[in-house]
Every structure is written in C-alpha cells, then in structure tokens.
C-alpha cells in the first residue's frame, strides 16, 4: 500500500509523474471526469491507482465473506428458493425441472448480481428486487457454459478414456473460478472459455488463486458432509437444509470471486472506479485553492502561498474557509517574525478583516476563540474598527474575561466619537467595571458619559456602514468637537487603573 506524500496516515490514490509522487483524493486537482484530474504542483494529469489500492487481500476477508448473506432479504429468498426446489422434487419430472430450472437461475442471477456489486467495490449484498432488471440471457449463457463443459468431461470419460475424462473434469472445476471472473468482466462466452485466457488470469493472481479453489472445494464437499452429520435421512427437511446451505455457499463464493476481480482489478485491466456510483462530489473553487495551498505550505513555497490567498479572497470574498484559513496562517506566521513592525500591521489588518467577516457573516460564536488565539501570540493587539471593538467587547464580556472586554470600549469615544453604539458601549463598560473591585469612580463617571452621549444630537451618528469605511481613525466630523464641549463642561476623561 502506498500513502499520500502529503498525508501520510492516508492511502495514495492517484500518482503524479512528473512529480515522482503518490497522492491521496485531497492532494489533486479533480476533473469532471477520471481522466482530467490534476496535480496541485504541476497541473499534470495524474495516473488513478485504481480502487485496488485500498483493498485488503480477500483472505484477510474470508471470515467478512461468510457473513456476506446474512441479510434478512438474502436469507428469505434462499429459504423460500430452497422450498420451492425441494417441493418441487416431489412434482412430476416435466413440472420439477421446470422448477429446479427456475430456482437455480434466480439464485445464479443473483449470485452474478453479488458478484459484480462486489467487483465494483460495494461489500453489502445488492437489493433483491433490482436484481431482476437486466437480461436473463447472461445466465442462460452460463448455465450452458457449465452444461457444455461438464458434458464434454462426462463424455470423454465414459467414451474415450475414464482417466482422461476425469483429468479433463479436474481442469475444468480448477478452471472454474477464472471463466466466471473472465465472463464477469468480459461478459463475452468465447472469451470466458477460451484457454488461453483462462491460463494468463490464473498466472496473474497466481497462488492467491489455488486459495480460492480450495475454499471452493470445501465448500462443496461440506453440503454433503454436513447434512450427513446432523441428520441421518434423507427427508424433506434435510433436502431444505442442503439446498439452502448449497444456495448460500453459492453467494459467499460468487462474492469472493467478485472480490479477487476488485483486489486484481489493475491486473485483470479491469477498473472498478470507473463504474463507482458513490463517487465524491466535485470540490468548490476555492476549496480546491485551499487544498492546493496546504501543498504549497507543506513543500515550503510561502512565497507562493501569501499571494495564492490574496488572489483567491478578491475573486471569494466570503468564503469561509478561505477567510478562516489565510487567518490561521496568518496568525501561525507570526511568532516567525517578532520585531518586523511592517509584518505585525500587515497581520492586525488581516485579523480586522477577518474578525469583521466573522461578524457580517453570522459567526459570532468563532469571535472570541479566534480572538484569544491572536491574543497568545500578539498579546496588544488591538483592532481599529469601533463595531468590532465592541463586538469583541461583547464576546469577551460574554465568555466571563471581563478585563479584556474593558480594555477593548476604554477610550472608544475618543478614538471613534462619532460611533453609532458608544451608548450601548458605554453602558457595557460601565457593567464590566462595576464587576472589578474598586472601579466606583469609574462606573459613575462612565455612566455620566452616557447620560451626556444620549442628550447629544442623533444626527451626529453615522450608521455602521459607514464607521467601517471610515474606520481607519480618519472620521472627520464636527461630532468630536460636540464630544469636547460636553467634556469641556466638566465631564472628565475616565480612567481606567487596573
Ligand atoms: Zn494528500
Ligand atoms: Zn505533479
């Protein structure tokens, strides 16, 4: 098995080239179709390993195969196909091998349906009903394969040579397996028989193969020995029994035939991808950016990365994980970089940014815990914006750290006076302080400045909108001079000691 380059706990599925590189499902760059997935690296096309790569061996599954048809559909319609050809054996011979007929190509098109589930990777038994829906042929095809061959081994042996008949009947049941597999992926006869072809599938799986004959040898002799042992007479019921353990051995072994082509599927030129219809949804755009910088960043390209985030958020704006990505590797960057001055602005704009993205998108909930995670690593950060100062007050406030949320509204009106919400800012901090000892001078004082913020006049507020425009500390209204006169009339400045 191998593994993702840049996911090793996860199984490679596809391989790059020109990379000299195995990937996993996240790694590439996926298409409409098979054929037109892309390296993230170098937008080559890439080689599918196939569904086989994940596969473990079917002898690891064995015990998993006998549990294949124990389902309660499954079991119902090998008890009443039982039934029917077990009654059926006390009926007149014209009506009992019409019967017996019947039974045996309801439970061989079944069997062929579980095989080829199976080879295409799905490892519950199909659907009973849906089993029907296709030709009928395809059995009858088979039955006379078998018919043919067995009459051919019967006939040389009791016409020309009995030792020749029975040789002939031992390559036959040995060669059994492989006509199913051929005609299963082939669905061709001539090609099912054909020696040639029989003998190149069996080299290929080589001794997994005998592994598979001899389970299928046991399973045939143990009918009859099993029926032998629990019972001594041969009644009506023990014909039910037999014919329901023949029925259900018919499928685990026709499940683990199907099995052998899904393990050997790149052997046997067979691809159970392509047939898959539970296959994953094609990946957004940015979504696909994303995977593609985790590559970026993984082979160390950081050049790359800064700029492949920016073009990515002017063409998706809002994308989530987007924003919460270039975020988070934002913020992992920092600590590489502790006395650049230009870098830590550069970063505080792009935590505002995302901070306010959070706030207009409805994820307040995400706020205070990525606000704490710029805090570890930038421990004064500050934003700018008056809204998400108090948003982030609010949050603070909400998850108990009243320290912070104090330190984020004290002198709001001063940077911000013409802010929308300085009244109920003001209240929050006057709530906050009231709660931290010795802070009665500044809870009245805050509460004064309340009281004189509401007798100012609406008008001077601008709306949100425009704060957040604006909000780079350059409002230049008259409202701040508003703000003076009403701090001139002796409203003073509250401080805040903690
Ligand atoms: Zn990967
Ligand atoms: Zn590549």
Not at 323 to 330: A, D, H, R, V
Request: with cysteine; net charge negative.
């Amino acid at each position: 098995m191998s593994y993702c380059k840049y996911h090793p706990l996860n199984t490679a599925q596809f391989s790059c080239h020109e990379c000299d590189c195995n990937l996993c499902k996240r790694c590439i760059n996926e298409g409409r179709n098979a054929s037109k997935h892309r390296c993230f690296s170098c937008e080559n096309e890439v080689t599918s390993l196939g569904a086989a790569i994940n596969v473990a061996p079917f002898w690891r599954r064995i015990d998993q195969a006998f549990k294949y048809p124990l389902a309660t559909e499954v079991l119902v319609m090998i008890g009443l196909l039982s039934l029917m050809t077990t009654l059926a054996s006390f009926l007149a011979l014209p009506l009992m091998a019409a019967l017996n007929l019947i039974g045996g190509a309801i439970i061989i098109k079944y069997c062929f349906n579980c095989l080829s589930a199976t080879a295409k990777g799905r490892m519950s038994p199909p659907d009973f009903k849906d089993s029907y829906e296709g030709s009928i042929l395809l059995i009858f095809k088979l039955t006379f394969i078998v018919v043919v061959l067995s009459a051919i081994a019967i006939a040389a042996y009791a016409f020309l040579n009995p030792a020749f008949g029975s040789l002939l009947g031992f390559l036959l049941i040995t060669a059994f397996p492989a006509i199913i597999i051929l005609y299963a992926i082939t669905e061709n006869i001539f090609e099912a028989v054909n020696p040639l072809k029989i003998i190149s599938l069996i080299l290929r799986i080589g001794l997994p193969y005998g592994l598979i004959l001899g389970i299928l040898l046991i399973m045939i002799t143990s009918v009859g020995i099993l029926s032998d042992l629990i019972i001594y007479k041969q009644t009506a019921i023990t014909l039910v029994f037999q014919s329901a353990v023949a029925n259900y051995y018919l499928i685990v072994m026709f499940h683990i035939m199907g099995y052998m082509i899904f393990q050997y599927q790149n052997d046997l030129g067979y691809s159970a991808e392509a047939d898959d219809q539970n296959k994953d949804p094609i990946r957004s755009e940015p979504e696909k950016i994303c995977a593609k910088i985790h590559i970026m960043i993984k082979e160390g390209h950081w050049h790359l990365v800064d700029e492949t985030f920016k073009n990515a958020l002017t063409r998706f704006k809002e994308h989530p994980q987007l924003n919460s990505e270039y975020f988070l590797y934002t913020l992992s960057l920092l600590p590489s970089h502790p006395s650049d001055a230009e870098k830590q602005q550069e970063a505080c704009v792009i935590f505002g940014r995302y901070f306010m993205f959070l706030i207009k998108n409805h994820q307040e909930h995400r706020l205070y815990v990525d606000y704490s995670k710029v805090l570890l690593v930038m421990t004064h950060y500050q934003p700018e914006e008056a809204r998400l100062r108090f948003e982030l007050a609010k949050t603070s406030s909400e998850n108990g750290n009243t320290k912070q949320a104090v330190k984020l509204l004290y002198g709001l009106h001063k940077s911000h006076p013409s802010f929308m919400h300085l009244i109920p800012a003001y209240e929050l901090l006057a709530d906050e302080l009231e709660t931290l000892p010795n802070m009665e001078k500044q809870v009245t004082q805050c509460r004064k400045l309340v009281s004189a913020l509401k007798e100012r006049n609406p008008t001077d507020l601008i709306p949100n909108e425009a704060v957040e425009e604006t909000s780079n500390g350059k409002e230049t209204d008259n409202s701040l001079d508003d703000y003076q006169k009403t701090e001139n009339k002796g409203l003073a400045p509250i401080e805040y000691k903690p």
